[in-house]
């Protein structure tokens, strides 16, 4: 437990960023998961209009520092795959 004043403020902190990132996080994977149902669904325009809300929100994402730069692109470039896939 935290016991120098500091160390409480830290604590306080850290629960505030944890909330801000874990609603981010959330946010990254609703807009992932709508590309994933549009894929489901068979959908190509649907699913290419996913995909570019879903880039950006993944580039938000890795800007703030709530994913890494190599997942963001290894996520887009699986997810682009596989909505080509679905166009064709």
């Known amino acids: 437990m935290a016991n120098t004043s500091s160390a409480k403020k830290m604590v ?7 909330a801000v990132n874990k609603s981010r996080r959330s946010r990254v994977r609703t807009f992932l998961r709508r590309v ?8 190509a325009s649907g699913a290419q ?9 993944l580039q938000r994402a890795v800007s703030r520092g709530i994913i ?9 470039s699986r997810l682009s795959g596989r909505v080509k896939a679905v166009a064709a």
Do not use: F, P
């Not at 994933?36 to 959908?43: L, M, R, S």
């Not at 890494?68 to 887009?76: D, E, G, I, Q, V």
């Open 68 to 76: 890494h730069k190599n997942t963001a692109s290894r996520k887009l």
């Open 36 to 43: 994933e149902e549009a894929i489901a669904a068979g959908d």
């Open 12 to 18: 306080r902190k850290i629960e505030r960023r944890t």
């Open 49 to 57: 209009t996913a995909l570019r809300d879903a880039t950006s929100e």
